[in-house]
T-cell receptor, first 113, second 113 residues
């Protein structure tokens, strides 16, 4: 059974710092990996999707990488801002899982002004 | 304005009552999903549907029921058999291919009194 782990559960950084959020998964047979952002009491917003054949995706200050062989993904946030404060979740679609996402528990990020 | 809507935003239920959560999408997506989110537990899949008039159980389907009579709509009923229904419920949709991102609604917070 696929398991997705995100450690630490919470992170606090000063504004302007570059930071890396980690995600690990146990089964490397995946269709894709996605990173989502969730603000308190809100739904999820898709940030980046990496297909299994890709190594990374970029959007603005965000860069996500994927290393299937080691079962790891990282979300890099450049020049963090207080508006980046939110919970970041990663999720994978395992091969043959009929598009069912398996989520990590998320990392709650706080960016201090 | 395309997207996914969920209603109501907040819902209160007395023990022993069934309640139905609404989810509508105008993205022309074939697949729709219901997740439950509890503090510290991440998102767990309740039910999903890949096509009209068909749906499958997710990881925690006991005490829940769904229907998919129209492509745009995927209502979730929380029955009295669900022992701990207080949670945040999220609906999502995606293209049937399963390699596209899932788009989430704003969520419904259900509280059992």
């Amino acid at each position: 059974k696929q398991e997705v782990t995100q450690i630490p559960a919470a992170l606090s950084v000063p504004e302007g710092e570059n930071l890396v959020l980690n995600c690990s998964f146990t089964d490397s047979a995946i269709y894709n990996l996605q990173w989502f952002r969730q603000d308190p009491g809100k739904g999820l917003t898709s940030l980046l999707l990496i297909q299994s054949s890709q190594r990374e995706q970029t959007s603005g200050r965000l860069n996500a990488s994927l290393d299937k062989s080691s079962g790891r993904s990282t979300l890099y946030i450049a020049a963090s801002q207080p508006g980046d404060s939110a919970t970041y979740l990663c999720a994978v679609i395992p091969t043959g899982a009929n598009s069912k996402l398996t989520f990590g528990k998320g990392i709650t990020l706080s960016v201090r002004p | 304005d395309g997207g996914i809507t969920q209603s109501p935003k907040y819902l209160f239920r007395k023990e022993g009552q069934n309640v139905t959560l609404s989810c509508e999408q105008n993205l022309n997506h074939d697949a729709m999903y219901w997740y439950r989110q509890d503090p510290g537990q991440g998102l767990r899949l309740i039910y999903y549907s890949q096509i009209v008039n068909d749906f499958q159980k997710g990881d925690i389907a006991e005490g829940y029921s769904v229907s998919r009579e129209k492509k745009e709509s995927f209502p979730l009923t929380v029955t009295s058999a669900q022992k701990n229904p207080t949670a945040f419920y999220l609906c999502a949709s995606s293209n049937l291919a399963g390699t596209d991102t899932q788009y989430f609604g704003p969520g419904t917070r259900l509280t059992v009194l």
